[in-house]
Nanobody, 122 residues
């Protein structure tokens, strides 16, 4: 059983930057691919980014490519999402999730954090 806890969300102006983190406990962290998803009010949860267990491969949604960077520190059991050039449409609750393999579909992830709110003001 893997427990995930996000932190680092907050309020930022458009064009600004924010970093969110996800700390994992239980299980072997490096054996899990990690995904970031987000859900805005009234919208479905959408894929943002994913990173392989080793950190050697990353994948991004087109909407965030070039602006967001996923990384991980397996020694600290933590995955990060660095968000730059933020836009109001990036406002959402951001979730991290763990899966045996890198996936872009939320249903393929086994474990989820509670989410952290990111709000981008215009």
């Amino acid at each position: 059983q893997v427990q995930l806890a996000e932190s680092g969300g907050g309020l930022v102006q458009a064009g600004g930057s924010l970093s969110v983190s996800c700390a994992a406990s239980g299980g072997t962290f490096s054996s899990y691919a990690m995904g970031w998803f987000r859900q805005a009010p009234g919208k479905e949860r959408e894929f943002v980014a994913a990173i392989s267990g080793s950190g050697g491969r990353t994948y991004y949604a087109d909407s965030v490519k070039g602006r967001f960077t996923a990384s991980r520190d397996n020694a600290k059991n933590t995955v990060y999402l660095q968000m730059n050039s933020l836009k109001p449409e990036d406002t959402a609750v951001y979730y991290c999730a763990a899966a045996p393999l890198v996936r872009v579909v939320a249903d393929m992830y086994d474990y989820w954090g509670q989410g952290t709110q990111v709000t981008v003001s215009s």
